[in-house]
């Protein structure tokens, strides 16, 4: 994969004003600092598109960083991702030096709600939502009962995770579980993640976490080498998931769903206590905020609490929300309208009311410089809503 032709744009469209020293982001990037280039940060959240590299409107130059994957062996979209990198104050232009990938979720599925859009696995509870990928499956209607499936996404309440990716895999894989750390028994070394009990005395901690730092509230994400029996799982590794930086002042994006609300003064999204009283809302009206709603926030740590001066509402619970997903570069392995690639993404741009500006759709071939944006992708596809052939 060519590491200059990434584009990661993490599903948070949110920007900070310039502040002192560093910054971080979840569900985005976000590192600034006034002196004109941040002091570093990092942004957790699932790629929306692939050209150049985007996180929160900064434009990366990543031909330099790290790429680690744990779970794939190319990021794709959907797929949730750490990067870690600096920005310039105006959180137009930045330099990542580390992008690392890991499943939040792997195993068989135990039961489906398609009227409710979830399906279980892991005793976890799996929402989806418009900008839920699917790949290996058309969506969610077209999974069964014991498939195996990869999932990337955003933890929620305990026991839930909202899908930004699914993956229909061809054979059972071992399991990954993420989650809020419930029930910590530190005499029989258990806890519970949704309703499977995860025992962890012979686990290896790792990402800097101990044992002994287990706490109730925790996310964490879990390994085994065997199934779960009997709803407990014998944990081969656990490790931190996405921690938030607590010291005063420090520059904070989330991506995530809102959990513990009881107003707009006091609510918490990835497990961060959040003031959202004097913040900017767009995408919908503040009313509409609540528990299980999915926002892009962005503001300052103050003795814990996150106060943000922008929220935007990404998905409501019963009423949606806007999806888009964009590729920028050229056309390879064309063979029809309906069957070619960008970055190595599968496109099909034949449907009728595709929408071509600079060109027609004659004009499509290898090697054709093309901007696509389309708003869902099914079986792998990104399914073309415009085409801009660029110079």
């Not at 004003?17 to 971080?24: F, I, K, M, Q």
């Not at 799996?126 to 933890?155: H, K, P, R």
């Not at 003064?265 to 004097?278: C, M, W």
Request: net charge neutral; charged share 10%; aromatic share 6%.
């Amino acid at each position: 994969m060519n590491k200059n032709n990434i584009f990661i744009g993490l599903a948070l469209s949110l920007a900070l004003t310039s502040c002192g020293g560093g910054g971080v982001g979840v569900g985005g990037v976000l590192a600034g600092g006034g002196d004109g280039v941040g002091s570093g940060g990092t942004g957790i959240g699932p790629i929306t598109g692939f050209g150049s590299i985007f996180v929160n409107g900064v434009h990366y130059d990543i031909s330099n960083a790290t790429m680690t994957l744990d779970d794939a062996t190319s990021l794709k979209l959907g797929t949730t991702v750490k990067v870690t990198g600096t920005s310039s104050a105006d959180f137009s232009t930045g330099v990542a030096s580390q992008v690392v990938s890991a499943a939040d979720l792997r195993g068989s599925i135990t039961a489906i709600d398609t009227v409710a859009g979830t399906f279980e696995s892991q005793g976890s509870t799996v929402s989806v939502d418009s900008e839920t990928v699917f790949d290996g499956v058309t969506g969610l209607a077209a999974l069964s009962i014991n498939d195996s499936v990869q999932v990337y996404g955003l933890l929620g309440a305990p026991g839930s995770l909202r899908a930004s990716r699914v993956e229909k895999l061809g054979v059972a894989a071992l399991p990954v579980v993420s989650g809020s750390l419930e029930n910590l028994n530190t005499t029989a070394q258990s806890f519970k993640l949704g309703v499977l009990t995860v025992t962890y005395g012979s686990a290896n901690f790792v990402g800097g976490l101990s044992k002994v730092q287990l706490a109730n509230g925790m996310k964490v994400r879990v390994r085994s080498n065997t199934n779960p029996g009997a709803g407990v799982l014998q944990a081969t590794q656990v490790q931190p998931w996405y921690d938030v930086p607590q010291p005063n002042g420090t520059a904070v994006n989330l991506a995530g769903i809102i959990t513990d609300y009881a107003g707009l003064s006091s609510f918490k999204v990835l497990g961060t206590a959040v003031d959202a009283s004097a913040a900017q809302i767009t995408g919908g009206p503040g009313s509409a905020i609540g528990n299980g709603v999915k926002v892009e926030i962005s503001g300052l740590m103050n003795n814990g609490v996150l106060v943000i001066g922008k929220l935007k509402i990404k998905h409501i619970p019963g009423t949606g929300g806007p999806a888009s997903f964009n590729l920028l570069g050229t056309v390879g392995a064309f063979s029809s309208p309906a069957n070619f690639k960008v970055q190595g993404q599968p496109v099909d741009a034949s449907a009728a009311g595709v929408v071509f500006s600079n060109g027609v759709v004659g004009d499509l071939k290898s090697g054709a410089k093309v901007t696509i944006v389309g708003s869902h992708v099914v079986n792998g596809v990104l399914i073309a809503d415009t085409v801009t052939f660029n110079p």
